[in-house]
């Protein structure tokens, strides 16, 4: 039987984008999956792994932060909702896959911090603003040997995009990056234990043309598959 994986979303269309993606994913990579949002957060459902996905910045108060934007629509609702599931999660020992906002959280929960502001490492780069353009502007990321990342990559380094205004500051506990970018912006952090917990700074559901991605998304499969009974 195909796994369950909860996705979680968020709104607008960019939101809408990223969904229909990542539960393609999940479809070719033979899983079924189901959206987690505060109006429906499908707690009482057996899921069979956990996906947090991309969306909009995290609220610096969560890690206790005081760099808060002003007039900035922070969503406090889904940053709950998906702190409940994380915990939910860890606490079955699910495999969870975080995305781009959901790496941050990721390790926000697991006691790091953020970069709440990511331009200022950025402003020689020359980034693209519109979503279409930062989703097909690639930059090249390090990938560090002997983690779970480079086992499925079967390569030192990769081509990424770019759609992120934070980063990750201080790692959390339990966590070890496996990515960086030649500037040091930290791309990708894993667990050292035995399950599969993996966050990633970019998003993989627009790259899943290449086999090393496709390669991610199976073996995340692969590891819920080992939660259904």
């Not at 069979?48 to 922070?74: A, F, M, Q, R």
């Not at 970019?202 to 009974?229: A, T």
Request: positive net charge; hydrophobic residues 35%; proline residues 3%.
């Amino acid at each position: 039987m195909r796994p369950l994986i909860g996705v979680t979303k968020s709104y607008g269309f960019s939101g809408l984008i990223q969904n229909l993606a990542i539960r393609l994913c999940l479809y070719f990579s033979k899983a079924r999956s189901i959206n987690l949002t505060s109006k429906y957060p499908q707690f009482d459902v057996d899921i069979h792994g956990l996906v947090i996905s991309g969306g909009t910045d995290l609220y610096p108060g969560i890690y206790k932060s005081k760099d808060i934007k002003e007039n900035y629509k922070y969503d406090h609702e889904r940053d709950e909702l998906e702190l409940a599931w994380l915990t939910q999660a860890k606490r079955k020992k699910l495999p969870i896959f975080c995305i781009c906002r959901g790496a941050q959280l990721l390790n926000i929960f697991m006691g790091g911090t953020l970069h709440t502001d990511v331009s200022k490492i950025y402003e020689q780069a020359n980034y693209p603003n519109s979503l279409w353009g930062k989703i097909f502007y690639r930059k090249k990321i390090n990938i560090k040997p002997d983690t779970r990342l480079s086992d499925i990559f079967k390569q030192n380094e990769s081509e990424v995009n770019s759609l992120h205004s934070q980063s990750i500051d201080k790692v959390g506990y339990g966590l070890e990056v496996s990515a960086v970018e030649n500037n040091g912006v930290i791309q990708a952090v894993e667990n050292e234990g035995a399950c599969f917990i993996m966050g990633l700074q970019f998003h993989p559901e627009f790259l899943f043309y290449r086999k090393d991605i496709r390669n991610l998304f199976h073996k995340f499969v692969m590891e819920s598959k080992n939660n259904v009974h």
